[in-house]
Each structure stands twice: as structure tokens, then as C-alpha cells.
């Protein structure tokens, strides 16, 4: 069975500063792996995706993820946090044998201090 | 172009009652599927249709049901609404469902 784990539930960081938000896979096979952000009361939308092409995965707003196999990890990176990237991030791996079903992590909220 | 639509935004239920919520997939996507998101629960998958025919189901009581029409628009049902059904009830498109997934803004449903 396929899951997530994601290591934070909270992180603070200030305006300017690197974001880390950590997550950990466990899957049978390879598998697809997202980042999803939901701002407050709002539905989710997509920040990236891995799918086996490379192993660093640009997204949008300056995000990426690094796919390490050996460390089943895909955490996500930013090099400098922005008051606007306060939010609850997702971590999701895609249970291919299922169709469109997704599992996710129980999220990180991301505060940015000013 | 358009993105998932879902209709009500936001909606009140008595217990007992019955509801449906709509989501319009983006155009030309074929699966569809609905998430409930709890505080406690978190993110829960609840169905996934495609070409009009469920083809997975998550751990639901039989109180939620749902379809999809020969356009991929899609319904769900909550049958005898209890107070732990207050939630935001997200749906999402795809292609195929094997590709990436695009999220609606979600339906809140609070029953009292």
C-alpha cells in the first residue's frame, strides 16, 4: 500500500528566509508524486509533480522538490519565503493501480513571518 | 480555459436531510473524483468515475453516493446527513485519471 508521511505539521520560518517542508513516500512501485498548496478557504492547487523524468522537479512560485529514492523522500524547497506563500502544503502520491486516486500526507501549514 | 467548477460553494443541512453537490470537470477531462477534507480526518478520497462508471471507491458509508453524466459532469449524493459530515468536499478532474488532477474550489457543507 502506498502512503505519505509528512514530517511537519507546522512550520514558521521569516520573510526572505529558505522554506523546507519534509515528506516521506512509501510505495511498491515507482511512483507519482505531487506537492498540492490550499491558501485559507480555498480548494488545492498544484504546485508540482514528479513522474520519473528527473529527479529535481521545478514548480511554480519558486518551489521544487528533489526525489531521492534511496531516502524514499520529496521534500520541497523554496530559497526565499514570501508573506503570500503562507499556507497548508500537501504532500500526495498517486495510487496509479486505483485510477485517479490520491493519497495524501496530513499536511504542513506554513507560517512566514514578516 | 475553464477549471473544475463545483456548485453550491457553500451550503446549510439539518441532520436527517439529503444533499447534492455538482462539479463541472474541465473541458474534455474524463475523471472525476471527490475528496472529503475534515480537521481530524484530513483528506479522504471517496470516488473516482470515469466514462460514466465508478471505478474505485474509498472507505464511505453507502449515505454517499455519486455519478457522472455523458458530458463528465458530476454529482454527489450525502443521504441522512449526520453532523460528522460537515466538511469541504472537493472534487477533481483528469484526463484519463492517471494524469494530473486539478482540484475544484469545494463545496462546505455544514450540517446542524
Known amino acids: 500500500a502506498q502512503s505519505v508521511t509528512q514530517l511537519d505539521s507546522h512550520v514558521s520560518v521569516s520573510e526572505g528566509t529558505p522554506v523546507l517542508l519534509r515528506c516521506n513516500y512509501s510505495s511498491s512501485y515507482s511512483p507519482s508524486l505531487f506537492w498540492y498548496v490550499q491558501h485559507p478557504n480555498k480548494g488545492l492547487q498544484l504546485l508540482l509533480k514528479y513522474t520519473s523524468a528527473a529527479t529535481l522537479v521545478k514548480g511554480i512560485n519558486g518551489f521544487e522538490a528533489e526525489f531521492k529514492k534511496s531516502e524514499t523522500s520529496f521534500h520541497l524547497t523554496k530559497p526565499s519565503a514570501h508573506m503570500s506563500d503562507a499556507a497548508e502544503y500537501f504532500c500526495?502520491?498517486?495510487?496509479?493501480?486505483?485510477?485517479?486516486?490520491?493519497?495524501f500526507g496530513q499536511g504542513t501549514e506554513l507560517s512566514v513571518k514578516p | 480555459k475553464a477549471g473544475v467548477t463545483q456548485t453550491p460553494r457553500y451550503l446549510i443541512k439539518t441532520r436527517g436531510q439529503q444533499v447534492t453537490l455538482s462539479c463541472s470537470p474541465i473541458?474534455?477531462?474524463?475523471?472525476v473524483s471527490w475528496y472529503q477534507q475534515t480537521p481530524g480526518q484530513g483528506l479522504q478520497f471517496l470516488f473516482e468515475y470515469f466514462s460514466e462508471t465508478q471505478r474505485n471507491k474509498g472507505n464511505f458509508p453507502g449515505r454517499f453516493s455519486g455519478r457522472q453524466f455523458s458530458n463528465s459532469r458530476s454529482e454527489m449524493n450525502v443521504s441522512t446527513l449526520e453532523l460528522g459530515d460537515s466538511a469541504l468536499y472537493l472534487c477533481?478532474?483528469?484526463?484519463?485519471?492517471?494524469?494530473?488532477?486539478?482540484f475544484g474550489e469545494g463545496s462546505w457543507l455544514t450540517v446542524v
Open positions: 477533481a478532474s483528469s484526463l484519463t485519471g492517471g494524469n494530473t488532477i486539478y
Open positions: 473541458s474534455g477531462h474524463r475523471s
Open positions: 500526495v502520491v498517486s495510487d496509479l493501480g486505483s485510477g485517479g486516486k490520491l493519497i
